[in-house]
């Protein structure tokens, strides 16, 4: 069954999708989701990649944006990231040789943590139809879910390799979205007969040679490594501009809008700086949504879309498994 939030643009249908983004993404989304409800923008339904879908799940499964954003402001690491001791580890790639060691951490700590903040249990108890994208490490394709466990899918599309263990669902193995499509269009666009998708990117990218010996000069270079080899594609729908427009790949005329805010960084697994990235990220999507805010009331007449079409095997329609 179709749900909507009621609110000032109930008669369009508005779809929202936010990137991965590490834990700069999780207080980034926060910012801009604050915007969208200050903003009376209901949503027809969303989808979410890494950190998108554990900020996307969280607001989906009807927890209070104010007490989401309280949770977050005491939030630690030890909250979401466990990694074996020094002793531990060795052990394992010593006297185990490296048998089944498939992480850093293991996602406990990370599953209960989402458990906790969320609302309901399952997608089908969402406020509106909400879809996570994670990688199927046995197929290598990407996979969409919008049924089952909100908990357990959601900590899989955020389960960067080699630092967390994959996630195993229904005898399969789940690992971070990201490495296939970082802001899963496709999930929702055409599935869901939106008028306008707004996707909030927050995923780094980085050009060939960017800094790259100080980078690699500074604590955790391994996950810089990880990080470059992940962001390395520039999405189909990005452009040089903060906030741009275009339509869908797919031929069904929603309109795509775009917004990519210039965040600080943060390294991980830090959470300190996260609440500046979050107003930042809240200031900047307020500044660049109401002057459009009028035309959400029928986004596919009234607002400004390129002509441009893009074609990209990670975002058209019928590209990934859904369960």
Partial sequence: MQREVSGEHATSRIGIVLSSGGVRGVYAHTGFMQTIQGLGISITASAGCSAGALVGGFIASGTPLEDWVLTLAGITSRAFWTP??????????????????????????????TRNNLAVETFDECRYPFHVLAVNLGTGRKTVFSEGKLATCMTASAAMPILYEPVRIDGEYYCDGALIDFAPTDAICCRHQLDAVIVHHVSQHYSAHSDLDTALGEPWAMLEIINRLTFRERPWYLTDERLSMQHCPCGCGAIVIVLQPSLPPMRWPSTRDGDQARRRAREQAEALLQPYLYMLSDPRKLLPASGKTVAHPASGCGTNDSH
């Fill in 84 to 113: 074996d001791t020094l002793q531990r580890f060795l052990w394992k790639m010593t006297a185990r040789r490296g048998r089944g060691y498939t992480g850093l951490s293991d996602t406990r700590a990370a599953l209960q943590f």
